[in-house]
């Protein structure tokens, strides 16, 4: 190894204490969330926000949290469960046969129908859920799970992602060879292509969860009944109860302790496929 490239590699100390400025910035939200919810209401408002109170009222929290009114927090996080699962699944799902065929199939429009996807990237999500709604109110669907559901499936940055992963992971003389053995398009698809996207698959899942898991304005806009609804949006509901009644009813605690359990689904997520999900992200990324 020379001088040049050793030099190269020396992490720059500039570099390393932006870095460090970044990984507190974005930790710091988190540390404190995990502090507060080991308060009770009171402590909340009478010790500094950064450190621990003077009790460990966290197992306590917890209960509350899960008996108030009935226990219904736990239908909330199951909802969230339901609706981020199967969106999750079925959007990366659509992604990959869509990105796959984009990528793998030659047909007139290719180019055209790529370009409206990326188009379709650059539109927010909430001009199109009043359009939304009203469409799923004429065919009834308003105030159900599918309301969530299906316009979750839909993800123009999950196709664009695999269409490009597509054209890199799946090379052409392998589907022209399993098209010698007689293998149909959708067995191909299904049998070798699937297995090859399988990361950037992981990739599209992880990106839909989270969207889904934290999705808040197409729930408030499509249900009414608080039984079908996701954490974000009972959260929100005992939040503006709390601050209705001035703070005096104990909800504030709750509310930051739901907040608290809401958020480890996603990172027990995150740690059990981030092998995957790495591995997708950087496939591609180094020309050979």
């Known amino acids: 190894m020379n001088s040049q490239t050793a030099s190269a590699r020396r992490p720059s100390n500039l570099l390393t204490l932006l870095m460090l400025a970044c990984l507190v910035y974005f930790l710091l939200p988190l540390f404190w969330l995990v502090v507060s919810a080991t308060k009770n209401n009171g402590s909340l408002f009478s010790t500094f926000g950064l450190w621990f109170g003077g009790g460990f009222d966290l197992f306590g929290n917890l209960h509350d949290v899960f008996t108030y009114n009935d226990g219904i ?108 053995d007689g293998a149909g398009a959708f067995r191909i698809f299904w049998q070798v292509g699937f297995r090859l996207l399988l990361p950037g698959f992981v990739t599209v899942l992880l990106f839909q969860l989270v969207a889904s898991w934290n999705n808040y304005f197409l ?45 480890l689904p996603l990172v027990a997520a995150f740690l059990l496929l981030q092998r995957h999900w790495q591995g997708g992200l950087a496939t591609g990324s180094v020309k050979d």
């Open 73 to 180: 927090y736990g239908r909330w996080l199951l909802n969230t469960a339901l609706y981020a699962g199967i969106s999750a699944v079925g959007s990366a799902f659509l992604a990959a046969l869509g990105g796959y065929a984009l990528a793998k199939f030659r047909f007139p429009g290719r180019n055209l129908l790529f370009s409206l996807v990326l188009g379709s990237i650059m539109v927010p999500s909430t001009v199109l859920t009043i359009p939304t709604y009203l469409l799923f109110s004429k065919i009834g669907l308003v105030n159900t799970p599918l309301a969530v559901i299906v316009p979750m499936l839909v993800s123009p940055f999950g196709l664009y992602l695999m269409r490009v992963y597509a054209d890199s992971a799946v090379p052409d003389s392998l589907i022209d060879a399993a098209r010698m």
């Open 219 to 263: 729930p408030l806009i499509m249900l009414n009944d608080p039984k079908l609804y996701p954490v974000t949006i009972g959260l929100a509901q005992w939040q503006a109860q709390a601050g209705g009644l001035g703070g005096a009813h104990a909800l504030f605690s709750i509310v930051i302790t739901g907040s608290l359990v809401s958020i």
